[in-house]
C-alpha cells in the first residue's frame, strides 16, 4: 500500500491546546487512523493511507477552530471529533460549538457538545414538553437547567421550578436524620448544584426567598398549577404512572417543561412500573411534545464514564438477545 504525505498548518500558540498534554490528542489522532504525525516549525506532516490522512486532517482542523474559538480541547471534544470524521461529519462539531446558551458565574460558556444534545437543546426551544432520556453523563439535567435560567433572565418566564421523586436507591425517608428538608435535600442536590454553578449561589438564594426559584420533591405539585414557568422533572424513571399523570397535568399557560430520566436506572420497588416508560408510549405521537433519547456517544463525563455506559448497553443487549433466544425455545 503506497503512502501519502499531507501538511496542516498548526500556528505554535494553538499546537499545546489542539495536541494535548504530553501530545495526548495526537496520539490519539494516529492510532485512530493510522497514521505517523510529524510535528514541525508550525505545521504537521501526515503520512498515510489517502482517507486516513483526509480524515486526521480534517479532525485537525477542526480541533484548531475550536481552540481559536477560545476553547479549551478535551479528550471528549478529540473522541467526539474523531466519530464525526468516521462518519464523514466533522463540520457539525463547528456548527455546535456556536449554539452558546449561557455562561456561568466563572464566565465559561454553556454549550451543546455533541449533535445529540443540540438536538435536545433545539427541541426545548421549540416544544412546550421535552422529554430527555439517556444514560449518565449526556448533560440531560445541566443542559435543562441553563435553559431554564437563560428563560428566566430574559423574561420569558417568571419563575424555575425544578422537581425530581423523593426515591432513591430503595431508602426511605424516615431513615435519615434531621427534620423534613434536611431528609430531602440530599435528593435535590445535583439540582442545587447545577444552579449555584450557573446562576451563583446568591443569586440563587435570593430568586428563591421571593419564590422566583422553587427546588422540591415531585408530591408537593400535587394539585398546583403552574402557570408561566420553566419546569424540570429530573430523575423521572423513579416516578409511577399515577406520578407522571399528575405532573403532566400541573402545567399550566406559558410554561415549558422538560422531563429527564434515564431508563436504565430504576429505583422502584421490584414489578413497578416505571412513569416515565407509560408516558414516553403514551404521548409519542402528542403534538408539541418532543423526545429525545440520547446515547453513550453523547455522554460529556470522564471517557471512563462514556465506555463503561457502552459496556453496560453491551451487556443489556446481549442479555435481551438471550432472554429472547430462551423465550423461542420453551
Same mark, same amino acid.
Given at each position: 500500500?503506497?503512502?501519502?504525505?499531507?501538511?496542516?498548518?498548526?500556528? %505554535?500558540?494553538?499546537? =499545546?491546546?489542539?495536541?494535548?498534554?504530553? &501530545? *495526548?490528542?495526537?496520539?490519539?489522532?494516529?492510532?485512530?487512523?493510522?497514521?505517523?504525525?510529524?510535528?514541525?516549525?508550525? !505545521?504537521?506532516?501526515?503520512?498515510? !493511507?489517502?482517507?486516513?490522512?483526509?480524515?486526521?486532517?480534517?479532525?485537525?482542523?477542526?480541533?484548531?477552530?475550536?481552540?481559536?474559538?477560545?476553547? =479549551?480541547?478535551?479528550?471528549?471534544?478529540?473522541?467526539?471529533?474523531?466519530?464525526?470524521?468516521?462518519?464523514?461529519?466533522?463540520?457539525? /462539531?463547528?456548527?455546535?460549538?456556536? &449554539?452558546?446558551?449561557?455562561?456561568? /458565574?466563572? #464566565?465559561?460558556?454553556?454549550?451543546?457538545?455533541?449533535?445529540?444534545?443540540?438536538?435536545?437543546? &433545539?427541541? $426545548?426551544? +421549540?416544544?412546550?414538553?421535552?422529554?430527555?432520556?439517556?444514560?449518565?453523563?449526556?448533560?440531560?439535567?445541566?443542559?435543562? $437547567?441553563?435553559?431554564?435560567?437563560?428563560?428566566?433572565?430574559?423574561?420569558?418566564?417568571?419563575?424555575?421550578?425544578?422537581?425530581?421523586? =423523593?426515591?432513591?436507591?430503595?431508602?426511605?425517608?424516615?431513615?435519615?436524620?434531621?427534620?423534613?428538608?434536611?431528609? /430531602? &435535600?440530599?435528593?435535590?442536590? %445535583?439540582?442545587?448544584?447545577?444552579?449555584?454553578?450557573?446562576?451563583?449561589?446568591?443569586?440563587?438564594?435570593?430568586?428563591?426567598?421571593? #419564590?422566583?426559584?422553587?427546588?422540591?420533591?415531585?408530591?408537593?405539585?400535587?394539585?398546583?398549577?403552574?402557570?408561566? =414557568?420553566?419546569?424540570?422533572?429530573?430523575?423521572?424513571?423513579?416516578?409511577? %404512572?399515577?406520578?407522571?399523570?399528575?405532573?403532566?397535568?400541573? /402545567?399550566?399557560?406559558?410554561?415549558?417543561?422538560?422531563?429527564?430520566?434515564?431508563?436504565?436506572?430504576?429505583?422502584?420497588?421490584?414489578?413497578?412500573? +416505571?412513569?416515565?416508560? $407509560?408516558?414516553?408510549?403514551?404521548?409519542?405521537?402528542?403534538?408539541?411534545?418532543?423526545?429525545?433519547?440520547?446515547? !453513550? *456517544?453523547?455522554?460529556?463525563?470522564? %471517557?471512563?464514564?462514556?465506555?463503561?455506559?457502552?459496556?453496560?448497553?453491551?451487556?443489556?443487549?446481549?442479555? #435481551?438477545?438471550?432472554?429472547?433466544?430462551?423465550?423461542?425455545?420453551?
Amino acid at each position: 500500500m503506497s503512502l501519502n504525505e499531507l501538511s496542516v498548518e498548526i500556528p %505554535p500558540e494553538h499546537m =499545546a491546546n489542539v495536541f494535548g498534554q504530553f &501530545d *495526548s490528542h495526537m496520539k490519539k489522532i494516529e492510532k485512530a487512523f493510522h497514521v505517523t504525525i510529524v510535528a514541525r516549525n508550525g !505545521s504537521i506532516k501526515l503520512i498515510g !493511507s489517502p482517507t486516513g490522512i483526509k480524515q486526521a486532517s480534517e479532525v485537525f482542523k477542526e480541533l484548531l477552530e475550536l481552540s481559536r474559538r477560545g476553547n =479549551a480541547i478535551t479528550e471528549q471534544n478529540v473522541n467526539y471529533a474523531i466519530s464525526l470524521a468516521m462518519d464523514h461529519n466533522t463540520e457539525a /462539531i463547528l456548527e455546535i460549538d456556536k &449554539d452558546c446558551i449561557c455562561h456561568t /458565574i466563572q #464566565g465559561k460558556p454553556v454549550k451543546p457538545k455533541t449533535i445529540g444534545q443540540k438536538e435536545y437543546v &433545539d427541541a $426545548i426551544r +421549540s416544544k412546550m414538553i421535552v422529554f430527555g432520556c439517556g444514560p449518565a453523563g449526556t448533560g440531560k439535567t445541566y443542559l435543562a $437547567i441553563a435553559m431554564a435560567v437563560t428563560a428566566f433572565k430574559n423574561d420569558e418566564v417568571s419563575r424555575i421550578i425544578l422537581t425530581r421523586p =423523593a426515591i432513591e436507591a430503595g431508602e426511605k425517608l424516615g431513615f435519615l436524620p434531621g427534620d423534613l428538608q434536611s431528609k /430531602i &435535600d440530599p435528593y435535590l442536590r %445535583p439540582l442545587y448544584d447545577a444552579l449555584y454553578q450557573i446562576m451563583g449561589v446568591e443569586s440563587f438564594m435570593r430568586n428563591t426567598e421571593k #419564590g422566583l426559584i422553587e427546588v422540591a420533591p415531585l408530591a408537593y405539585m400535587r394539585g398546583r398549577t403552574l402557570d408561566n =414557568a420553566f419546569i424540570i422533572l429530573d430523575e423521572a424513571q423513579n416516578t409511577t %404512572p399515577a406520578q407522571m399523570k399528575m405532573f403532566l397535568t400541573r /402545567i399550566g399557560f406559558g410554561s415549558k417543561v422538560v422531563v429527564t430520566g434515564d431508563a436504565t436506572q430504576k429505583d422502584l420497588p421490584a414489578g413497578a412500573q +416505571s412513569g416515565l416508560d $407509560i408516558a414516553l408510549r403514551v404521548l409519542r405521537k402528542v403534538e408539541d411534545i418532543g423526545i429525545c433519547k440520547l446515547t !453513550s *456517544s453523547d455522554v460529556v463525563r470522564h %471517557p471512563l464514564v462514556q465506555k463503561i455506559v457502552k459496556a453496560y448497553e453491551d451487556y443489556e443487549n446481549r442479555q #435481551g438477545k438471550k432472554n429472547v433466544r430462551q423465550a423461542v425455545r420453551r
